[in-house]
């Protein structure tokens, strides 16, 4: 039998119909909420295949996967509209970090963990003085036995109330600026850290401001050696920047610009009936077309599918300038319906909608803002001068 057919029936036979509506549900950890018994079954189920993390080792609880059989099982979710069991921080960043840089020992005690959605990661890397020159952070990590004892704080650090354990850039040598941060991982319940959520005009409270008073952690949660946490670091974003631009992970299938603008401008003749907007949804369907067609091709051609390349900028910075604007569009077809906050006149779709489309905002920010993602671009992709 083919791994394809593989793949089909074992979906087929174990893909609970709930969970064959698309999109991500949760982020697994200690917190975890599950909108049904479904949701976690299709979790367990997945992890146990190791499909949570296809290309992760075996010896680790991954999948083992080739990345020819990786683009299969996700063609073949894309195919039944299978939710994305397992999403967050542990699989597009940490994980893979920990892959490339971590000892044996962290390999073994934190991927099955993540693999199985037990652990939940968030991200310690911008500082209320450090956004885009992040290298001038200055919270800081100083030796005392075997341990290092942590004083700082983070800032935007998305589900830091949420999550379990968190991977932090420090400061271990004052007297270099990139060669002194090192990268260290720790347990959310160590004594000392205090999380503080930072409402968004969203409305939510994704972001929080993380703070570090005489935290103890022992040096074995050190990734890399003491000094190399900005190269560790960058490679972390170049997972990350993957990751935001939709350049890994399952597609998932979500209501299509087309089908809002039928719904809310209305369709004469079989075609949307304002040539404005339908002028708009051509282009940006072909934009997404490319879009997708490229990242396929930069995957097929890689010949290490586990590092992303600098490359990672340019989709992190079109995957999302691509996002706000589908964000921009949908709203204005709603015309008034798109500025819904509360009240019965507006549906909790379209409320949703709203909020979202203002959270899309943050895309050109987090992750390193568009303007850095122009500038990495320009310097090591296109070789300009300074």
């Known amino acids: ?17 709930s969970m ?43 999948g083992g996967l080739s990345k020819e059989d990786h683009q299969t099982l996700s063609e073949e979710m894309r195919r039944i509209n299978a939710a ?65 004892v942590i004083n700082g704080s983070k800032i935007w650090t998305s589900g830091a109330d949420q999550a379990d354990w968190i991977f932090v850039l420090v400061r271990t040598d004052n007297t270099k600026k990139h060669e002194g941060i090192s990268f260290i991982v720790l347990d959310m319940e160590t004594p000392g850290v205090t999380v503080s959520p930072i409402e ?48 890994s992970g399952t597609r998932q299938k979500i209501k299509t610009v087309d089908e809002y603008a039928k719904e809310y401008v209305g369709v004469e003749d079989g075609k949307i009936a304002d040539t404005t907007i339908r002028d708009s949804v051509i282009a940006h369907r072909m934009n997404e077309s490319a879009y997708s067609m490229t990242v396929r091709r930069s995957v097929e051609e890689a010949k ?12 992190k910075l079109y995957g999302t300038e691509q996002n706000m604007a589908r964000n921009d569009l949908i709203v204005s077809m709603l015309g008034t319906q798109g500025l819904g906050w509360t009240g019965e006149e507006f549906s909790g779709a379209e409320r ?8 899309s905002k943050a895309n050109s920010i987090e992750g390193g803002s568009s303007e850095v993602q122009r500038n ?6 296109l070789g300009l001068p300074d």
Request: glycine letters at 12%.
């Open 1 to 17: 039998m083919s791994f394809q057919l593989e793949v089909r029936d074992w979906l087929e036979e174990n893909c609970p119909p």
């Open 20 to 62: 064959r509506r698309g999109g991500h549900y949760n982020a697994g950890g200690k917190k975890a909420s599950y909108p049904n018994a479904e949701a976690k079954l299709w979790l367990d189920r997945m992890a146990e295949r190791g499909w949570t993390a296809p290309t992760w080792p075996k010896e680790y609880t991954g």
């Open 84 to 148: 994305a069991p397992l999403g967050g921080h542990g699989l597009t960043m940490i994980g893979p970090a920990i892959l490339e840089f971590g000892t044996e020992d962290q390999c073994r005690e934190h991927l099955p963990r993540i693999v199985s959605g037990e652990i939940r990661w968030c991200q310690g890397y911008s500082e209320p003085g450090a956004g885009s020159d992040l290298a001038s952070l200055a919270c800081r990590a100083e030796e005392d036995g075997d341990d290092y």
């Open 200 to 247: 968004l005009i969203s409305g939510s409270s994704e972001f929080c401001q993380t703070f570090f008073d005489d935290v103890r952690v022992p040096k074995r949660n050190l990734i890399a050696k003491p000094g190399e946490g900005w190269t560790v670091g960058k490679r972390l974003l170049q997972y990350e920047r993957s990751s935001i631009g939709g350049q």
């Open 304 to 315: 290490d599918s586990r590092a992303p390349s600098f490359l990672s900028s340019f989709f």
């Open 352 to 359: 949703g909608l709203t909020r979202g489309w203002l959270r």
């Open 376 to 381: 990495i671009i320009a310097k090591r992709v």
